[in-house]
């Protein structure tokens, strides 16, 4: 019975506890709502082709890109945004489950960064370029890593060729143009993943985390450049 | 396994959030972490790159503070939901304690829920637990998409297909949204505390 009565105590500890931790009246982190902003249905639409790509998603897709383009035609900054996501949009309906996997995750990229842009208050010109910048860079990284595929599948005549996604109209000029290291990385990242597939599990477990310790080197390298960067700019 | 120190008086449980790929289970915990950041003061881990085939798993530790003297820390777990990650699966449920298996609500997702849950099944038993021991809860995800006009599976068929032998709680939910994420985490919390609560005494 005393039993009884302490595990219910504790029980009840718990769920007070969580309830406390989390109540659901906490504030929302996003900056703005999206309740009667322009780039509502665009997401609601961008969600859609998360999980089905038709011609008819990726036609809403598209339509609604323009649509938001007309709204923002002074902004040149979310113009280019629009132009990215556009570009990869046609990539994407042109070869739909034969895209590239990584163009869903770079549209998600370019989309979410959009929104931030658009959406934050006060967010200085500067800060908004860079965002710019590195999705501009992960546009040109899908275009090689789609034209490598396309390399290394030797793919048959001109005509059958998948399109790779096109560039969009304008491209901020500090892109950087040099491309070749970049295209032989991305050679070998995809040699790694052929052997990786060949490999037996444990094996391809081992590799993996050789990998992810790769990773996370790379990004506290990273990390102490960016730290470095802001102790000399103070 | 939950790591339970009698001495220092730390109690550590493993849940892990399954199911089939692009069900939301990232998304259960990307609203957890958005919304109650400043209460948990934790960081969510997540780990997905290199191209399209890698290790990829999501990792929320929650403090949940001390109860009756001991320090209770929950660590949120999702595993990838594609076929093709089944080591990364298995791996990532060794010394689970708690699991909240994550049901796409989307009609055409009803064969891929079907063989999530057997292949949790399957992964469990590899490590000698059973799926209908373990503390375990049901969520139908995508809830929110039946106000859009996109067929979903009834809730009886999801309750048919999957808990019908288990008769585990389950919630029906928007991951997106946030409808019901906070209860499937704390149903699955307190009963996985319960669960342990016997070696505390």
């Known amino acids: ?234 | 396994m939950a790591i339970i120190n009698l001495k220092k008086k730390e109690v550590q449980a493993k849940i892990v959030y399954y199911g089939p790929g692009r069900g939301g289970k990232t998304t259960n915990l990307e609203y957890i972490y958005k919304k109650f950041r400043t209460r948990i003061q934790t960081e969510m881990v997540t780990i997905k790159t290199h191209g399209d085939r890698t290790l990829f798993f999501d990792f929320l530790p929650i403090e949940i503070g001390k109860i009756k003297g001991y320090d209770i820390r929950i660590q949120l777990y999702t595993v990838p939901g594609q076929v093709k990650y089944e080591s990364t699966r298995r791996l990532v449920l060794r010394g689970v304690d708690g699991i909240v298996f994550v049901a796409d609500s989307l009609a055409v997702r009803r064969k891929e829920n079907v063989l999530s849950l057997k292949s949790l099944a399957d992964n469990l038993a590899s490590y000698k637990k059973s799926i209908l021991k373990i503390p375990l809860v049901f969520q139908y995800n995508k809830r929110d998409l039946l106000e859009e006009g996109i067929p979903l599976l009834p809730v009886e068929w999801l309750e048919k297909d999957l808990n019908a032998k288990l008769k585990a709680p389950s919630f029906e939910a928007s991951a997106l949204k946030g409808p019901n994420v906070v209860q499937t985490m704390k149903k699955i919390i307190i009963m996985t505390i319960d669960s342990l609560r016997k070696d505390l005494t």
């Open chain 1, 1 to 234: 019975m005393a039993q009884e009565r302490e595990e219910d105590n504790f029980r009840s500890q718990v769920e007070d506890r969580l309830d406390h931790l989390f109540k659901e009246d906490a504030p929302e982190e996003e900056p703005v709502g999206l309740v009667e902003h322009p780039l509502k249905n665009l997401k609601a639409v961008l969600l859609s082709v998360d999980w089905e790509i038709t011609d008819s998603t990726m036609d809403s897709l598209l339509n609604e890109i323009k649509n938001v383009e007309y709204v923002y035609s002074e902004d040149k900054i979310i113009l280019t945004f629009l132009q990215l996501l556009g570009s990869i949009g046609r990539y994407v309906k042109a070869n739909k489950s034969k895209a590239h996997p990584e163009a869903t995750r770079v549209i998600n990229s370019v989309y979410e960064a959009l929104e931030k842009v658009a959406l934050t208050r006060g967010m200085p010109r500067a800060e908004k370029e860079k965002m710019l910048l590195d999705e501009v860079g992960k546009f040109k990284k899908l275009k090689e890593q789609v034209v490598l595929r396309k390399t290394e599948r030797k793919e048959p005549p001109a005509a059958e060729v998948t399109p790779a996604p096109p560039a969009p109209a304008r491209e901020p000029k500090e892109v950087p143009a040099a491309e070749t290291p970049a295209r032989e990385e991305e050679r070998e990242k995809s040699f790694e993943a052929a052997r990786f597939a060949q490999m037996p599990p444990h094996e391809a477990f081992a590799y993996a985390l050789e990998e992810i310790k790769d990773m996370i080197r790379a990004e506290f390298r990273a990390l102490r450049a960016e730290i470095k960067l802001w102790r000399e700019s103070k």
